[in-house]
């Protein structure tokens, strides 16, 4: 008895010394602290693919081709696949289930990144979530397929795959603007402008500023910080900028630091006060947002009743 | 009474390929539009699972319009003149496709699509008998998806009616639906040449009897009811859609749809996938 109970449990500091990519999962009975982390990391990034597809939602009515109207449509659809992914594999860590998590995503108390807090205006917008976020979101999440919790590396791997494909096509509607009228490269780049530093944002605070770091990494969930995932990405998407003829902006001022080979931000020209109001849910537009799926979920609350328990009937007349 | 077979597209002569034409219209503009209204639903179902499922179907109907619209192609027509520069009221859709949904209304996404199947299914099956070849190689594709859209909105149709609640709101989506969904049936103003040319040889006024005897029997095995057979002629909503008439719904739908195209100043449509040629 004594044994097997020593073989299942794990203490933090046998979690800390085992953690390696996709080492734990739901047979390994995990203590509180690691499940907690790992729930609170992929309810985080499962709202993230709700709020995204929200936002992106309008242009597959505005999508001005067909082939992109249904690009957008397959792709709308795909995040909301990714959000029940990701639900069921925090739901494996038994903290919360997908409804508990669902609910708190209407009700405000659900986390979600900076970027879809932001509504997008129109069509020239797109390619900033659809293109630069979602290209910094592979960033991040091709590093989470080495993350010690298997069922979030797992869900982790079918993402990476379609979402190569929306940023293909982000891509392509990137392309297609560029090369258009001057009035179209003028439009892009006052996007770009407005964009850009919610971009430099979405990795968070610098890893010395970042709260929640310390136990992720040493527990494996997650595997590099946010210095150095923004560094990766600016390598790739400041070249990728430019070849579309957009211009980066001189504040936030980004250098490239020759002796660490890392990009720095002028992290005082950011604006941390509105960042610190969207992280608590705050910012206005982006309540704007919670309360729209508020409204929504709560107007299909009968379906989801008729449904559970049939034959009730509507039981908010009894 | 088998038709001749059609010639090619540049063979037609004006009469045929007007009523081809007009057949064509009438089946794309139903697929875009009514595909175009169940996105409504994507980040709105009343779960993750149902999201996704019409979600899948909105791109099957907007895949099928694709197949559609490029048969007018072959009469040399650009997807920007099909669609992004013509004018709403050129739009040969029925009235049913357009109307928008209240929040939630989920009744309605379920009965609006059991409706629009079973008359897609039974106008694809009229279609099999086609006398335009260019049709009959596309029928195949359109009617193995339908049959999945069909048991779709049946199995819904079926766990909302198990609840009182759930019972009450297919019957009201249905009453309200039902003038709308009729318009499917209304005829062109070719349709006397799309029967006589074989194009479909079964007309709309039948296949509309077969779709009443259809939904009827199915929706009464749940305990909804449909109006008469006797009543269905006065009951065909005033906008039909099939004539250019349609129901503002649609304005504000057609203003949308194609805000991005003209703030763009677009001359042309960006296509991504191969021709339904190639592949």
């Given amino acids: 008895m004594q044994d097997r109970y020593k073989h299942c449990y794990m203490d933090i500091e046998e979690v800390k010394q085992r953690a390696g990519p996709r080492e734990f999962g739901p047979t390994d009975d995990m203590p509180e602290e690691y499940r907690k982390a790992a729930t609170r990391m992929i309810q985080f990034h499962a709202n993230s693919e709700i709020m995204g597809a929200y936002i992106e939602r309008p242009f597959i009515r505005q999508a001005p081709s067909l082939d992109r109207k249904l690009a957008v449509s397959a792709q709308v659809q795909d995040e909301i696949g990714h959000g029940q992914l990701l639900y069921r594999a925090a739901e494996n860590l038994g903290i919360k289930t997908r409804e508990q998590m669902l609910d708190e995503l209407a009700n405000g108390e659900g986390k979600f990144l900076n970027c879809f807090h932001y509504p997008l205006d129109d069509w020239y917008e797109l390619p900033m979530i659809m293109f630069f976020v979602d290209g910094a979101a592979m960033r991040r999440q091709a590093t989470l397929k080495r993350t010690s919790w298997e069922p979030y590396a797992h869900a982790i791997d079918k993402i990476c795959f379609e979402e190569g494909f929306h940023i293909k096509h982000g891509e392509s509607i990137l392309a297609e603007l560029a090369s258009g009228t001057r009035r179209d490269q003028e439009r892009l780049q006052e996007a770009f402008d407005k964009w850009w530093p919610r971009i430099l944002q979405f990795f968070g605070p610098t890893d010395d500023q970042s709260t929640h770091s310390d136990f992720s990494s040493a527990v494996g969930l997650k595997t590099m910080g946010n210095d150095a995932l923004r560094t990766a990405f600016l390598n790739v998407y400041l070249p990728k900028a430019e070849k579309y003829g957009l211009e980066i902006p001189d504040t936030p001022a980004v250098t490239f630091n020759e002796d660490t080979q890392r990009y720095e931000v002028e992290e005082d020209d950011l604006d941390w006060d509105e960042f610190m109001q969207i992280a608590r849910n705050q910012y206005p537009q982006g309540k704007g947002q919670i309360d729209k799926r508020h409204r929504t979920q709560e107007a299909v609350e009968w379906v989801r009743d008729a449904i559970e328990n049939p034959g009730a009937g509507s039981a908010a007349a009894d | ?279």
Avoid at chain 2, 86 to 101: G, I, K, M
Wanted: proline share 3%; hydrophobic share 35%; charged share 35%.
């Fill in chain 2, 1 to 279: 009474m088998a038709s001749a077979r059609l010639g090619a597209p540049g063979d037609l002569s004006e009469r045929e390929r007007e009523a081809v034409e007009a057949l064509l219209y009438q089946l794309a503009d139903d697929e875009f539009v009514v595909a175009d209204r169940y996105t409504d639903w994507q980040c709105q179902g009343p779960t993750l699972e149902a999201d996704i499922a019409i979600a899948n179907i909105a791109q099957d109907e907007l895949g099928h319009a694709r197949l559609w619209y490029d048969l007018l192609q072959d009469f040399g027509y650009e997807e920007t003149e099909l669609i992004w520069e013509r004018e709403a009221e050129e739009f040969r859709h029925a009235t049913l496709c357009e109307q928008s949904f209240e929040s939630g209304d989920w009744a309605d996404a379920v009965v609006r699509s059991y409706f629009y199947d079973v008359a897609e299914f039974l106008q694809v099956e009229a279609l099999a008998e086609t006398s335009y070849p260019r049709i009959a190689d596309r029928i195949e594709k359109v009617n193995g998806e339908e049959h999945y859209h069909r048991e779709h909105a049946q199995n819904w149709l079926e766990r909302l009616c198990e609840d009182a609640e759930g019972t009450r709101r297919v019957q009201a989506a249905v009453d309200d639906l039902y003038p709308y969904a009729l318009t499917l049936f209304e005829p062109t103003a070719k349709e006397d040449d799309i029967v006589e040319l074989g194009i479909r040889p079964t007309p709309l006024a039948q296949l509309r009897e077969e779709w009443y005897d259809l939904t009827g029997a199915f929706l009464d095995g749940l305990g909804v009811s449909v109006p008469d057979r006797e009543a269905l002629d006065d009951l065909v909503a005033e906008e039909t859609g099939r004539d250019g008439s349609h129901t503002d719904d649609w304005q504000r739908q057609y203003n949308e749809l194609t805000y991005t195209y003209r703030m763009l100043d677009r001359t042309e449509a960006r296509r991504l996938m191969a021709d339904p040629d190639e592949v």
